[in-house]
């Protein structure tokens, strides 16, 4: 910020996971002695932003609806002169105090969308998270060669195992969908996951790839789970974005009943719906509309199939880098 309060501007860079979102949400708070920045989502798909400076009364400026592309990031311009200011994007004006615009922002433009990056921002994070995990874990417990060997092989038998079930679901044999479901919990899901687990010891990266359009809010069962494994295995028209897989299985995603869960969330309620449930204890309503959704060919079906061949593929290529990884 300028040390002139009585005018300045700010660029900051917001992370966008995803929009908008179903709680009012904080997605920047930053002060100092003297001044302060606060800006906060809606469910309205509006921010609001406050600033705060000594000797002033609080500005606020609350943006137009806005059409994001999640999950990215969102740059905005915070600029202000006395008791008014400015929020802009793309060089475009999205919120005002009053009627104030500085030089060199497009006004009354509204911005609808904003440039998504090709790359999440926290994909390097998270294979640094499971080297560092791995390298840990190592250090804690006497693990020779042939262990870790063995870990291998179990992952490239999982991943075939994975394999075979979605070959037999995409053959109409549904009663093996709650199998399918629980490998992909099991190889992928979870606290300690044998895939995050064996591509943190070869530090590889385990990319999907994401639409950047948003992904549905509201709708059926069908619909939200569609939409919750929507990624393919390489980037295309409909799926531009590069996600680590860590990362995706942490993004909130629309749930029944107006809730936001991360995909890893999703998966496991699903993976507890299909199970067979203890003798005397009914099936809740989630579990059956989760049931009815899935009992019948659906593109909830076809996610979940395409969701699991992509763990396939990560499997078997973290797999194969282990013996790369020692010549």
């Known amino acids: 910020m300028s040390d002139d309060l009585a005018e300045g501007n700010l660029f900051v860079e917001l992370q966008v996971s995803s929009w908008p979102p179903a709680v009012t949400q904080t997605l920047l708070r930053k002060s100092d002695v003297r001044h302060g920045l606060t800006i906060r989502a809606k469910p309205s798909g509006r921010l609001r932003v406050e600033l705060q400076r000594e000797g002033y009364e609080p500005v606020i400026v609350r943006t137009a609806h806005l059409r994001l592309r999640p999950p990215g990031l969102l740059r905005l311009n915070v600029a202000w002169r006395g008791s008014e200011a400015v929020v802009a994007a793309g060089g475009a004006v999205i919120g005002t105090s009053s009627d104030f615009a500085p030089e060199g922002v497009v006004a009354p433009a509204i ?160 993976d507890a719906a299909l199970a067979t449930p203890p003798v005397g204890q009914p099936l809740s309503e989630e579990d059956l509309t989760i049931r009815a959704a899935l009992g019948r060919p659906s593109a909830a079906v076809d996610a979940l199939c395409a969701f699991a061949t992509v763990a396939c593929d990560l499997a078997r290529a973290v797999a194969a880098a282990l013996p790369a990884q020692k010549n």
């Open 111 to 270: 911005v609808q969308e904003t440039e998504a990056p090709l790359d999440h921002v926290g994909n390097e994070h998270a294979r640094e998270l499971r080297r560092r995990n791995a390298a840990l874990m190592l250090q804690r417990i006497a693990i020779d060669e042939a262990e870790v060997g063995r870990w291998f092989s179990a992952l490239a038998l999982q991943a075939q195992v994975l394999a075979d079930l979605v070959e037999l679901v995409r053959e109409g044999r549904r009663h093996h969908l709650p199998g399918l479901v629980g490998e992909v919990a099991r190889l992928a899901g979870g606290e300690r996951p044998l895939l995050q687990w064996c591509a943190g010891l070869v530090e590889a990266p385990l990319p999907v790839y994401a639409t950047t359009a948003p992904p549905a809010h509201t709708g059926t069962a069908d619909v939200l789970i569609a939409s919750a494994f929507d990624v393919a295995p390489a980037r295309g028209p409909q799926h531009e974005l590069a996600v680590d897989l860590d990362v995706w299985r942490r993004h909130e995603h629309a749930w029944l009943g107006g809730r936001a869960l991360p995909v890893e969330a999703v998966l496991l309620a699903i």
